[in-house]
């Protein structure tokens, strides 16, 4: 079946610009995730969806972050005046348990992201 | 103290030989454990979730120990096809919510030469 796609894969934005990265999960997934993922590192968690609720937004690194999932399907993120440091790819992972189940996540290909 | 470390490598083997990775988390109370692969410029993939004491497939062996709060990746027969980069990441539980997050190493980088 498909996997998780996110759009658009590749990014360049100005410092200042507004830029919203999108996922859409694997059909039937309860809970989403994003993270940030820098060159050399591990990703990072940024925030978690179940269905359309934003349960923890703990990871956002300032409040120029913001992510929704109005339907609980599709999934944007959104970066208000975007800054060098924001240049990272950007992840989507999606996982059929709600809360209180760990099961597995599936990662999308990302978005890289490159402020200039 | 980092919630979850890998040693960066690079590992270096030939093709044939047995590499082990370790990964120590901090949290003991972590239930779930997983290693994932990520080739370059790649998305992460899902290699495997250790859940219990461990679990095989094929030439991957995952181990978890409790007591000492680690797992372990085995690859046996190293092929060129495994050179990845081998994130481990621990399910991290809040029991009083539910929520939620994978927090990942940053990695151990793998190459297999011929």
């Known amino acids: 079946g498909a996997g998780v796609s996110q759009s658009p894969r590749y990014k360049v934005a100005k410092r200042g610009q507004d830029v919203a990265l999108r996922c859409d999960p694997i059909?039937?997934?309860?809970?989403l995730f994003w993270y940030q993922q820098a060159l050399g590192q591990g990703p990072e968690f940024l925030t978690y969806?179940?269905?359309?609720?934003?349960?923890?937004k703990s990871g956002l690194p300032s409040d120029r972050f913001f992510a929704e999932r109005p339907e609980g399907s599709v999934s944007t993120l959104k970066i208000q005046r975007t800054q060098q440091e924001d240049s990272a790819v950007y992840l989507c992972?999606?996982?059929?348990?709600?809360?209180?189940?760990?099961?597995?996540?599936?990662f999308g290909p990302g978005t890289r992201l490159t402020v200039t | 103290r980092k919630e979850v470390e890998q040693d960066p490598g690079p590992f270096n083997v030939p093709e044939g030989a047995t590499v082990a990775f370790n990964c120590t988390y901090s949290n003991s109370a972590s239930q779930s454990f997983f290693w994932y692969r990520q080739d370059c410029r790649k998305e992460p993939k899902l290699l495997m979730s250790?859940?219990?004491s461990g679990n095989e497939d094929g030439r991957f062996t995952a181990q978890l120990n409790r007591a000492s709060q680690y797992i372990s990746l085995l690859i046996r027969d190293s092929k060129l096809s495994d050179s990845a980069t081998y994130l481990c990441?621990?399910?991290?539980?809040?029991?009083?919510?539910?929520?939620?997050?994978?927090?990942f190493g940053t990695g151990t980088r793998l190459l297999v030469s011929p």
């Open positions: 990441a621990v399910n991290m539980v809040r029991m009083n919510t539910g929520f939620q997050k994978l927090v």
């Open positions: 250790v859940y219990s």
């Open positions: 969806f179940q269905n359309e609720a934003q349960l923890d």
């Open positions: 059909s039937g997934h309860v809970s």
């Open positions: 992972a999606s996982s059929l348990a709600g809360t209180f189940a760990a099961y597995e996540q599936y």
